[in-house]
């Protein structure tokens, strides 16, 4: 299936952690106009910035914080500018992350811990559906039992931001199970972001792809 969208502008970051050339191709496939850079300026002015991560959490922070990516998506968040998180690139979204004992700093967008899974089975390896809140954006035009491919050890389990601010819309968060409920996705105005792989998910994926273009 063949999908197309506006061409947009899209930086794939790449800070040395992420599945970036299937995140091209993904993208490419619904119309995107697409480039893998860390180039500052590049990353700055795209219309859309999406940040891939694979791996440990601590060590996504750095290398993002190396190449400058942490204040890229402080900056452009601050300017309203569209930022989307793949896996890692979302859990990194958060306020920390702990791995084998080990605790680090996130980016702080959103409160949360990224903490181990607690299932039978881990890694969550494969195809799992999702349960996305009424007006979603981002999983418009899908079906309920879409299923979308996950490779992930470690996620949030709560949600603890509060909406306090009746002028500005509460993030939109969706949930997924394996063991327990965890956050599989979150719209939040100009920061979204995905604990699944869209570019990994099919057409599934390239519709959900779409539908973050589209608000570009």
């Known amino acids: 299936m063949e999908l197309s969208a506006a061409a947009k502008k899209v930086v794939v970051f790449d800070y040395g952690f992420g599945n970036v050339r299937s995140a091209e191709r993904a993208l490419a496939r619904v119309g995107a106009e697409v480039e893998i850079t860390r180039d500052f300026d590049k990353a700055m002015n795209a219309d859309g910035l999406l940040v891939p991560g694979v791996g440990a959490f601590a060590a996504c922070m750095r290398g993002l914080r190396a190449a400058r990516g942490d204040w ?4 452009r968040l ?3 500018r569209p930022v989307m998180g793949i896996c890692v690139g979302m859990q990194i979204l ?4 702990i791995e084998h004992g080990v605790e680090a700093e996130g980016l702080e967008e959103w409160p949360g811990t990224v903490a181990p899974l607690e ?3 881990v890694p969550h390896m494969g195809w799992n559906t999702v349960e996305a809140p ?3 954006e981002l999983f418009a035009g899908l079906d309920a039992d879409a299923r979308f491919y996950f490779v992930h050890s470690y996620a949030v389990h709560e949600w603890t ?3 306090n601010n009746p002028v500005i819309a509460a ?3 969706t949930w997924a199970t394996h063991g327990r409920p965890f956050v599989a996705a979150v719209e939040n105005g100009a920061l ?3 604990q699944f792989h869209p570019e990994k998910s099919g057409d599934a994926g390239a519709q959900l792809l779409t539908n973050w273009i589209g608000t570009l």
């Open 72 to 75: 890229i998506v402080d900056r």
């Open 78 to 80: 601050s300017g309203g």
């Open 94 to 97: 958060f306020t920390r992350g």
């Open 119 to 121: 299932a039978d089975v």
């Open 134 to 136: 009424a007006g979603s």
């Open 161 to 163: 931001q509060e909406a």
């Open 171 to 173: 993030p939109k968060v």
């Open 192 to 194: 979204w972001a995905t």
